[in-house]
């Protein structure tokens, strides 16, 4: 994707990221929804595209009324104009958060030391050079005062209703006996709502990769509905467009806690902590295969589901299943949402390159960039897509056969046309088109 177009695409996530809390369709009194709107307003942010950190209620509103007003589509929130002014594009995101906060721990830090220590947190590579200006410019455009986070009201917070706040996290497991006769480490996905304590998936995987935490993240939703904030670590596999893509098109705000301060998932870390002193404890002295080992892991689970929690005085199970008039069943296209996006440009031939195959798509959408989307296991069904609506499928290129036509096409003379105009898209469902032959399916952004 095009530095501008993906810009957009980010600041987009970002501003729903902000008004999700008052567009997925949660029931909210006046009194609560001031109160979100004032946290919201006070909040430091980083925000793409702007060395701004802050967001005002006027601005707020503003996305809400245009997400609406767009039919609820991703698009209603990306900006019209040029907007990669004062992008520090030398300074990864997560590098300039935590030298920022590195800045608030010590305002008295000059760069070189501020540089080292980002170092010494393997934050940046050990042979990165990080350009001084930018850093300058960087730290002298935001605000660096302490912000009394470090001894911000840590207080217990539970979500009103199931599915309000996911949180996730990953256990480093026992090792595990693979195919080939050896042991591999086994790394556990939990995800669990907060509202209930339920575990709405959890699953040992062999690598601790993107790809690991979306299949938990589908298995989750297919089981418990969709959830209106995912709340997760500041890792690679967090970080990924894969997995904001995802949480965009389902309507899920993806929510990263702030470097060093990772106490908002402190549930899932003392379930992980349970799992370390029984489960494990139970079976540390058996090596299982990684079928095996989630076999047994999926029936201490439905135990642990239907015991009493300390904490709430009820199973987990039961607290969750006693209000769900605020779930979002998964829409039926869910394995749709969870696939893979590429950005192209359409050549004058009308094709484009994708994984080394060269696919026709329509033709008014002559040199326009457009998005492609396919799964991973089937990376030659690609769904063609022009400002977040669907153009259909695109059709595998045959060239012997292309070389054939050209020549008879060459030995009549043509006449002087113009180009065929921009059809209208097949469907405005971003995540669907004709997958499954029906129209009016349930659009998503």
């Not at 995800?191 to 979306?214: C, G, K, P, W």
């Amino acid at each position: 994707m095009v530095v501008d177009d993906k810009l957009k695409l980010d600041i987009a996530k970002f501003r729903f990221g902000v008004i999700a809390d008052f567009v997925t369709g949660v029931r909210m009194g006046r009194g609560e929804r001031e109160r979100i709107m004032r946290e919201k307003c006070s909040r430091v942010y980083a925000i793409p595209g702007t060395s701004r950190t802050r967001v005002s209620r006027g601005t707020i509103e503003l996305w809400i009324g245009r997400y609406r007003a767009s039919g609820e589509q991703l698009s209603g929130l990306m900006p019209a104009a040029r907007v990669d002014k004062g992008v520090y594009k030398s300074l990864d995101l997560n590098v300039r958060m935590a030298l920022r906060d590195l800045k608030i721990e010590d305002p008295d830090a000059t760069l070189p030391v501020l540089i080292a220590r980002l170092r010494n947190k393997h934050l940046i590579a050990p042979d990165e050079e990080l350009n001084p200006t930018t850093c300058y410019r960087f730290l002298n455009s935001v605000d660096t005062e302490p912000t009394g986070e470090q001894n911000a009201d840590r207080r217990r917070f539970e979500a009103e209703y199931p599915n309000a706040i996911w949180q996730c996290d990953v256990l480093h497991g026992p090792l595990v006996r693979v195919e080939d006769g050896s042991l591999k480490k086994a790394y556990l996905f939990g995800i669990m709502d907060d509202h209930s304590r339920l575990v709405v998936h959890a699953q040992f995987y062999l690598n601790e990769t993107v790809d690991s935490l979306r299949d938990c993240l589908k298995q989750a939703i297919q089981k418990r509905g969709v959830p209106q904030k995912f709340y997760v670590d500041n890792g690679a596999c967090y970080r990924s467009e894969a997995l904001e893509n995802t949480c965009a098109w389902i309507g899920t705000a993806l929510v990263h806690s702030r470097p060093y301060i990772p106490q908002g998932r402190g549930k899932i870390e003392r379930f992980f902590r349970t799992v370390r002193e029984s489960f494990l404890k139970l079976h540390e002295n058996t090596v299982f295969t990684l079928a095996k080992l989630n076999e047994e892991f999926s029936s201490w689970l439905d135990e642990y589901h239907n015991r009493i929690h300390s904490s709430l005085g009820t199973t987990p199970l039961e607290k969750f299943t006693a209000d769900m008039s605020s779930i979002r069943p998964a829409p039926a296209n869910l394995v749709d949402h969870f696939r893979e996006c590429e950005t192209r440009l359409v050549r004058r031939d009308r094709t484009v390159q994708l994984n080394s195959h060269l696919f026709e798509v329509p033709q008014g959408l002559i040199g326009k960039k457009v998005d492609l989307r396919y799964h991973a296991d089937n990376p030659q069904l690609v769904e063609v897509f022009f400002q977040n609506y669907s153009h259909g499928f695109a059709k595998t290129v045959d060239v012997h056969v292309n070389a054939r036509v050209g020549r008879q096409i060459a030995l009549t003379p043509k006449k002087k046309t113009e180009p065929e105009p921009l059809k209208e898209a097949i469907t405005n469902d971003c995540s669907g088109g004709q997958l499954f032959g029906v129209q009016g399916h349930e659009a998503h952004p």
